[in-house]
């Protein structure tokens, strides 16, 4: 159960709410949905605003779905289109165009799968694993900084909660599918 000392903050702009017990998992589920956007625009925010990898510019991938495609890859390995369109919740046309780009950059490539030679395999190349990296470490340090702001008593409570956040995003995840590492 989660408890709050009572207080306002502010979870969205324009919208303060009052943090006491938490009641139910409707409450807990609003407050989540309320941060969420949130958490991504600080995130957005620590990579100058947009989701850009500097290592690859002006080549490298600049639209949150590439990195977001890039993103899936790095943590589950490689994909068909058709995995991909799932776990991105785009449509496989979408992906396709992506992928397309981010091979362009020599981001991701391309290549049979072992098994069927009709379909196709998307991975990251050692470039795409690099630029991920830059980016994932663009987005830690942003958030880093964000905490050091805060009590140590806030960085506790978020650190308990993590554990509770992992399970609750294992959930959705297929069983053969890596840890999320948060990026």
Same mark, same amino acid.
């Given at each position: 159960m989660l408890t709050f000392t009572r207080r306002t903050?502010?979870?969205?702009?324009?919208?303060?709410r009052i943090l006491t017990d938490l009641h139910t998992t409707h409450d807990l589920a609003t407050i989540f949905i309320d941060l969420i956007p949130g958490l991504h625009e600080l995130l957005r925010q620590g990579t100058g605003g947009k989701p850009h990898l500097e290592s690859l510019r002006p080549s490298g991938p600049d639209v949150p779905?590439? #990195?977001? #495609?890039?993103?899936?890859?790095?943590?589950?390995?490689?994909?068909?289109m058709q995995e991909l369109a799932t776990a991105t919740d785009v449509s496989a046309p979408t992906?396709?165009? #992506?992928?397309?780009?981010?091979?362009?950059?020599e981001v991701v490539a391309r290549r049979p799968h072992?098994? $069927?030679?009709r379909v196709v395999l998307v991975d990251l190349t050692p470039a795409g694993r690099a630029a991920m990296e830059v980016f994932r470490e663009s987005r830690i340090d942003a958030l880093q900084?964000?905490?050091?702001?805060? $009590?140590p008593e806030d960085r506790d409570a978020i650190s308990n909660?993590?554990?509770?956040?992992?399970?609750?995003? $294992?959930?959705?995840?297929?069983a053969d599918a890596?840890?999320?590492?948060?990026s």
């Open positions: 903050v502010r979870v969205a702009p324009h919208v303060p779905g590439q #990195i977001r #495609i890039m993103r899936v890859l790095r943590q589950r390995g490689p994909l068909t992906v396709s165009g #992506i992928v397309k780009r981010l091979a362009a950059q072992e098994e $069927d030679g900084a964000r905490l050091a702001i805060l $009590d909660a993590l554990p509770a956040l992992q399970r609750l995003f $294992d959930m959705n995840r297929p890596t840890r999320c590492e948060c």
